[in-house]
Structures are given as C-alpha cells and as structure tokens.
C-alpha cells in the first residue's frame, strides 16, 4: 500500500514538471526541440502563420477586441476605415496601449529638381504684382500616393534680382515661392502655402555685386488618400523692385550661376528642389 502510494506521488509530481517544462516552452512541428530563446516556434516548409483578422474601426478602436486590447496585441485588419489621423487600411497592427500603429512598408520619397532658370513677371508700371509663375522641374505631375497618410513636402526656391540701375546704390526685390495642389486632375490648382523671399544687388567699393540670391524654403504636411490622384508644383511671384533692372527684365527664380566669379561653371548652385516624404502611413 504505502509502495503503490508512493509511485502514485512520484508520477503526480513527474506529470506536473512536465507540464512546467512544457509551459515555458511551446513547439508546434519542432520534434523534440526548440529554439532555447524561443518561447513559441512553429516549423514548416510550406505552411504559414495566419494572424487573427479583425475589422478595425480607425486606430483609436478599443471595442472591437474584447473586453479590450492589451499592449503588443498583434492583428491583421482587414478593411478601411476611420478618417483623417485615425484611418486604418487593411495591414498588420500592433496596439501601444493607447492606438493602434501600423506597420510601414518601405516607405515613400520622390524629389524633383528646377531644370532652368525662370524670369518673374511684373506689371509695367513697376508696381505690385500679382502674376505668378510656374517654376520649372518643380512640378510633381500627376502622382498616385502608394500609401495613405501623412506626407510632408519640403520645397526650396531662390529669388535673385538683377543689376542695379543705378551705381550709387544698392538694388532689392521682394517677392515669394508658393506650393499648389491640383487633386484628382481637375485642372484647378490651389495655393496650399506661401513663403517670403527678398534679394538685392549691392555696391560696394565702387564695384557691382549682383543677383545675390536668397532661398526661402517650405514644408508642409498634408493627408494623402492612396485612392486619390495630385499634382504639386512650385511658383514664384515678383512684389517689387527697386533699382534692379527696369519693368521690361525683372528678377529670376533660380538663376543660372555658371557666369558667377568662382563657380568654375557649376549652373545650378541657385536651382530650387521639392521633396514628398512619406512620414505616417494610415
């Protein structure tokens, strides 16, 4: 009796340090091992994972896991849906403990350069402009989003004024780049930002110092829709001058400097460039 009860103990407590060992461990067709920093391994040669699927309501959702979702819970959301900063698309999601974060692909960056120099327009009267012009090479085309979310796109444009009229004294103009946006090809564009610029020609020691040109520089962030299509360009637009040229040659945006002193033929030391950079995907 008392040998029957002791291997009765003897196989409770072989059964229960099996269990432990097996808890801190699991292994799904691993055979008789598993990776030692694994707590759960699965092998296959021609099978996968499925993840849980779950329609998500936007990234703030913390109703459709029940009774609630808990930090690191891991899914595959199979629809689109939320707006704005809370948009879901179908993907992989991880909860933080307080939304739901998506995990990016490859990401997205596109740049484009300014091909030429561009000559302003202005009224003949030497007054206040209001003409705009297009500057060329910062013109996006249309462009289909891979992705939806947010994008920021960072634009840089030189104005540069011409010769002084006069040579007892400095030359100046002041004026702006702009960024536009034309949404699904409809061949109407809006100004979405617009930045001041300013340059002058200087004299000094009796000698001329012209097309000093400054840059200003743009960046904005934006929510795109990957089911949408834009077009993004950049413009230039002369205020006013004052003893630089006269009303029939007004400033350039992005002047060729391959005649500067010193630039040993570099062209495009004043050319501007546009950025669009994915920086969260929905």
């Given at each position: 009796m008392k040998r029957s009860y002791l291997l009765y103990l003897l196989n409770i407590a072989f059964v229960c340090g099996f269990l432990q060992e097996s808890a801190a461990q699991v292994g799904v067709n691993t055979g008789t091992s598993i990776e030692p920093g694994a707590a759960f391994e699965v092998r296959s040669t021609d099978k996968g994972i499925l993840i849980p699927r779950v329609t998500l309501t936007g990234s703030d959702d913390n109703t459709t896991i029940t009774p609630a979702p808990s930090t690191g819970l891991?899914?595959?959301?199979?629809?689109k849906?939320?707006?704005?900063?809370?948009m879901v698309e179908p993907g992989f999601y991880y909860y933080d403990g307080a939304v739901w974060r998506r995990l990016f692909n490859e990401g997205y960056s596109i740049k484009f350069d300014q091909t030429?120099?561009?000559?302003?327009?202005?009224n003949p009267c030497n007054c206040y402009s209001t003409n705009y012009v297009d500057i060329t090479g910062l013109n996006s085309g249309v462009l289909t989003p891979p992705f939806s979310g947010t994008y920021q796109i960072i634009t840089k444009a030189y104005m540069t004024a011409g010769d002084n009229l006069m040579t007892n004294s400095d030359g100046s103009v002041q004026g702006s780049?702009?960024?536009?946006?034309d949404t699904n090809n409809s061949g109407t564009f809006t100004k979405i930002s617009e930045q001041y610029l300013t340059s002058s020609s200087k004299r000094i020691g009796g000698a001329?110092?012209?097309?000093l040109g400054q840059a200003g520089t743009i960046v904005y962030n934006i929510?795109?829709?990957a089911n949408n299509t834009y077009t993004f360009k950049v413009r230039g637009r002369e205020w006013y001058q004052a003893n630089s040229n006269n009303s029939n040659t007004p400033s350039w945006f992005g002047k060729n400097t391959s005649g500067y002193a010193g630039a040993n033929g570099v062209n495009d030391a004043q050319y501007g460039e546009m950025t669009i950079t994915l920086v969260n995907q929905n």
């Open positions: 891991f899914v595959y959301n199979t629809t849906a939320g707006s704005g900063a809370t030429a120099e561009v000559r302003a327009t202005k780049m702009s960024l536009w946006m001329n110092y012209n097309y929510d795109l829709d």
